[in-house]
Antibody, heavy 115, light 115 residues
Framework: QVQLVESGGGVVQPGTSLRLSCAAS????????MNWVRQAPGKGLEWVAV????????HYADSVRGRFTINRDNSENTLFLQMDSLRVEDTAVYYC????????WGQGTLVTVAA | QPVLTQPPSSSASPGESARLTCTLP?????????IYWFQQKPGSPPRYLLF?????????GSGVPSRFSGSKDPSANTGILFISGLQSEDEADYYC?????????FGGGTKLTVL
């Protein structure tokens, strides 16, 4: 069955960096576009970034463009989100999700940015 | 990125129906876009419910009951999620989403209470 497992979250200070991973299994990872979506505590969903199946095409939300980088390693079935220059407002649970279809999400990893 | 407007809350009784709306800004013509709907319960990732573009172009997520359905009101530039035969388990947050231009955009979410 399809599984997406995020990791790499934690507590960091503003201005620092963090890299999230999403390990995929149960499907042909290299055939699917992948997304990061986040949710701040008590708030709604916010799409963060998308990467095409072969990694050649990427798009970002305005709120993270220039600070976050989405990448993937199809040989390792893993999606990444490199987060630089982190801000307090980046505090959220970060989910990876498979598209098309949006039917498969990970359980999320919590990133807390605090002084 | 554009803002999709959802009422913060809605309520209905078991067995009744709920009509949740998602209004697009005037510069995004809903007639041109698929609108996606998600359900989220506390402590869980979002669950994909369905997408709707037209009566001939729509689809449900795996295992989603047919009492969840989508539609559009072009005159109001609004997408609609209709839930018939409400059950207590339908109490959740509901989010709409569209891809207007190189980015996915979520609505702010509606908290549905089943009284």
């Amino acid at each position: 069955q399809v599984q997406l497992v995020e990791s790499g979250g934690g507590v960091v200070q503003p201005g620092t960096s963090l890299r999230l991973s999403c390990a995929a299994s149960g499907f042909t990872f290299g055939s699917h576009t992948m997304n990061w979506v986040r949710q701040a505590p008590g708030k709604g969903l916010e799409w963060v970034a998308v990467i095409s199946a072969d990694g050649s095409n990427k798009h970002y939300a305005d709120s993270v463009r220039g600070r976050f980088t989405i990448n993937r390693d199809n040989s390792e079935n893993t999606l990444f989100l490199q987060m630089d220059s982190l801000r307090v407002e980046d505090t959220a649970v970060y989910y990876c999700a498979r598209t098309p279809g949006w039917g498969h999400w990970g359980q999320g990893t919590l990133v807390t940015v605090a002084a | 990125q554009p803002v999709l407007t959802q009422p913060p809350s809605s309520s209905a009784s078991p067995g009744e129906s709920a009509r949740l709306t998602c209004t697009l800004p005037s510069d995004i013509n809903i007639a041109l876009y698929n609108i996606y709907w998600f359900q989220q319960k506390p402590g869980s990732p979002p669950r994909y419910l369905l997408f709707y573009n037209s009566d001939s172009d729509k689809g449900h997520g795996s295992g989603v009951p047919s009492r969840f359905s989508g539609s559009k009101d072009p005159s109001a530039n609004t997408g609609i999620l209709f839930i018939s035969g409400l059950q207590s388990e339908d109490e959740a947050d509901y989010y709409c989403m569209v891809w207007p231009s190189n980015a996915w955009v979520f609505g702010g979410g509606t908290k549905l209470t089943v009284l």
